[in-house]
Every structure is written in C-alpha cells, then in structure tokens.
C-alpha cells in the first residue's frame, strides 16, 4: 500500500517556468490538500478538494492552479514560477469524516 | 478563521527526561480537532497524537501525553522518557470536524534530546 505519493521529490525551476507536482494516492480518501512549509513556519493550506471535480482555495492559493479529476490524483500547478514560491509542498488526504491525515513525503522545489 | 500558536521556537531535554510543548489557539467553532505532528529531519509528517474537542479526557498514546483545556484554549503536549528519536519539529494543529482536510498549523517547536 503505497500511500500518499508525491512526485519529484526535488525540482529546481527557474523564474517564470511552469512546472506541475503530481500527487497520487490510493486509499480511496475523498478529501485531498496540498500545503507549503516555509523556513520556519508551520504549514499553510493552498488549495483542497472534498472530491472529484470539486475544488477551493485555501490560505495562499494565488499562483497555484489545481484540478481533480479522478478520486487519486490531485496535481499542483505553478503557473509562473517566482522566487517566492520556493518551499516545501506537501499534499495530504484523508476520508470524509475522519480526523487523520496521510501526507505525502514532500517535494523541495527550488525557484531561481 | 482560526489560528494556531506555539511560543517555543525550540527546546532541549536530556535523555529519558520530560518536555512539555505549549500550544494555545483560537477559534469560535465548538466542534473541531487539536492535533501534535512530528516532523523528523527526513521531513516526513507524522501523526503523534490527536483530540476531539468534545472528549474531556485528555489523550495518550504511549509516551505522549496531552493537557487539553478547552476554555483556556489551550493543547500542550508532552513527551515523558524522552528517547534520541524524539528530535524533530513538532507542530500543533487544528482541523474544523468534517470540514475535509483543511489543517491550521503553528509555527513548530524544534525539539532536541540531548545524551
């Protein structure tokens, strides 16, 4: 049982690329998240989905695009990158009543 | 909206001694979780322990102990025997009950047991 996957693990963009982080889980949770950690802060929520087709923003979702298409996928898209969007990503998952969230193990992304 | 507060950037504890990790927050909601996150340098987030707002007893899980007091909003936890694999961040995080996966975190506390 594989979990929560994010993919790449680490990625270096440069200023005004575009890029998409994939996540993929498959626990047939209906709730997906992604947040970003920055150097010391905790994490914020950038967009969530309470199932497919269903999508809303979070805390800091300006220049993040996502989409949910299926029950296991929930990618994140950089639009154009910008130095502040280096960070930590992770997406999470969780079912529909519960209260645990499974995260995936991160992606550094890395903008210059 | 609801925030999440932990006033200590970072603390140390011998090994097999005691810590205790403060966490206050605020919200107007009445039905919600307060969760303690463990985040080890391979940064991978792990669930330590977790409360239901409406549960007065506090929880355990093992080692780890909370002190939940809902009016002082208030949701320390703490770490007894602390071993070398305790070293880590730990964060303190609240989530709306059935509001999907939205979790308000702190800002973390770097926790360093010492040999």
């Known amino acids: 049982n594989a979990g929560v996957t994010q993919t790449p693990k680490f990625q270096v963009l440069k200023t005004g690329q575009s890029m998409t982080l994939q996540c993929a889980q498959d626990?047939?949770?209906?709730?997906m998240s992604w947040y970003r950690q920055d150097p010391g802060m905790g994490l914020r929520l950038i967009h969530y989905?309470?199932?497919?087709?269903?999508?809303d923003q979070g805390e800091v979702p300006n220049g993040y695009n996502v989409s949910r298409s299926t029950t296991e996928d929930f990618p994140l898209r950089l639009l154009s990158a910008a130095p502040s969007q280096t960070s930590v990503y992770f997406c999470?998952?969780?079912?529909?009543?519960?209260?645990?969230?499974?995260f995936g193990q991160g992606t550094r992304l890395t903008v210059v | 909206a609801q925030t999440v507060t932990q006033s200590q950037p970072e603390m140390s504890v011998q090994e097999a001694e005691t810590v205790t990790l403060s966490c206050t927050y605020d919200?107007?909601?009445?039905?919600?979780?307060l969760f303690w996150y463990k985040q080890p340098p391979s940064r991978q987030m792990i669930l330590v322990i977790r409360?239901?707002?409406?549960?007065?007893q506090n929880a355990t899980e093992n080692r780890f102990s909370v002190n939940f007091q809902k009016a002082a909003k208030s949701f320390s936890l703490k770490i007894s025997d602390s071993q070398l694999g305790d070293t880590a961040m730990y964060f303190c995080?609240?989530?709306?009950?059935?509001?999907?996966?939205?979790?308000?975190f702190g800002g973390g506390t770097r926790v360093l047991v010492k040999p």
């Open positions: 999470a998952s969780s079912y529909w009543g519960t209260d645990e969230a499974f």
């Open positions: 626990m047939n949770h209906e709730y």
């Open positions: 989905s309470v199932g497919a087709g269903i999508t």
């Open positions: 919200t107007s909601e009445s039905n919600y979780y």
């Open positions: 409360q239901e707002a409406y549960k007065q």
């Open positions: 995080a609240f989530e709306i009950k059935a509001a999907g996966n939205k979790l308000t």
